[in-house]
């Protein structure tokens, strides 16, 4: 089975920014999610790579002061939002 993506002049711009961890206060380069992340991550924004491994920021929904401690590791602002990240991958064609 052929799985095919469709691009548009809407989605080439991949304009990145600035994603600033939580812990630590490392920065990383954020940019829009491909269509393959939004189907396993529907409300993912951004996507930033740690480590080489492509990790989906979607929006927290909560305060920086109100992450849990100890979970700052996967918590990163960009601008004033704060975002969770989770891990995605996919099998190799």
């Known amino acids: ?3 095919y993506e469709q691009l548009s002049m809407f ?3 991949m304009e990145p920014t600035t994603a600033v961890c939580c812990f630590g206060r490392g ?3 954020a940019t829009p999610i491909e269509t ?3 189907d396993l991550v529907p409300n993912g924004e951004y996507v930033i790579h740690v480590a080489g491994h492509p990790l989906v920021l979607r929006p927290a ?3 920086r002061k109100a992450i849990p401690k100890g979970h700052e590791f ?3 602002l960009i601008g ?3 975002y969770a990240g989770i891990f995605v991958g996919r099998d190799a064609l």
């Open 1 to 3: 089975m052929s799985c």
């Open 11 to 13: 989605t080439m711009s």
């Open 61 to 63: 929904g909560i305060t």
């Open 36 to 38: 393959w992340m939004a």
């Open 74 to 76: 996967y918590h990163y």
């Open 80 to 82: 004033d939002k704060l």
């Open 27 to 29: 920065l990383a380069s």
